[in-house]
């Protein structure tokens, strides 16, 4: 039985998996099954208690989950040391970029939902300012240091968030971030294929 990813083609967070997958050249050796994180009939819910993506199926039937233990399980898959370095400091450096990009992901997907669910009036601005204060915080702390070029779990996450600003908020935040700007287009240039094929839809 192979590997089974439960994802959606709209998940940025199932996007960093599917890069890791091209990356590490495991991708054969998975298959992507599509869930609906809204349908309550959907097996996800009984393979990821909280009903989110993404998820790993394993050979046994076992599921791993968030996107963030994913990614480990598949750096042992691929040997070790590929995406999350073997050297202490190094590690540490590439998990906390994953934090950080992560949150800023996750912040952007919140406002995102408050855009798709509520009607205008019936918008908290307090609770907004909050979301969209995480988002500015974190990328003005990477524009003033980029990160290093190289496939890590750190910039894996972090362009995968750059990148779905890019899609759901029309890469307004690219001018204010040149640095990061140029650091996400160079690496796109590392696995532009990839990139494009991982891309959430609309």
Same mark, same amino acid.
């Given at each position: 039985?192979?590997? !089974?990813?439960?994802?959606?083609?709209?998940?940025?967070?199932?996007?960093? /998996?599917?890069?890791?997958?091209?990356?590490?050249?495991?991708?054969?050796? !998975? @298959?992507?099954?599509?869930?609906?994180? @809204?349908?309550?009939?959907?097996?996800?819910?009984?393979?990821?208690?909280?009903?989110?993506?993404?998820?790993?199926?394993l050979e046994d039937g076992t599921a791993i989950y968030d996107s963030r233990v994913v990614l480990e399980y598949l750096d042992i898959l691929g040997g070790g040391n590929k995406i999350i370095p073997a050297d202490p400091k190094a590690r540490i450096q590439a998990l906390t970029l994953q934090a950080l990009a992560d949150a800023i992901l996750?912040?952007? /997907?919140?406002?995102r939902y408050e855009t798709m669910f509520r009607s205008e009036e019936r918008r908290e601005p307090r609770w907004l300012d909050h979301q969209q204060g995480k988002v500015a915080r974190g990328l003005e702390a990477l524009e003033a240091m980029p990160p290093e070029l190289g496939v890590t779990v750190g910039t894996i996450a972090l362009a995968c968030a750059l990148g779905y600003q890019d899609i759901r908020f029309q890469g307004s935040w690219r001018a204010r971030c040149p640095n990061l700007a140029g650091w996400l287009d160079a690496f796109i240039r590392q696995m532009p294929a990839a990139w494009e094929k991982t891309k959430p839809l609309l």
């Open positions: 039985m192979p590997l !089974v990813l439960r994802s959606s083609p709209a998940s940025p967070f199932g996007r960093k /998996i599917n890069l890791a997958l091209a990356h590490l050249g495991l991708a054969e050796l !998975v @298959t992507v099954a599509l869930a609906d994180a @809204t349908d309550g009939g959907d097996a996800l819910r009984l393979q990821n208690p909280l009903g989110k993506v993404p998820a790993l199926i996750d912040a952007c /997907i919140l406002l």
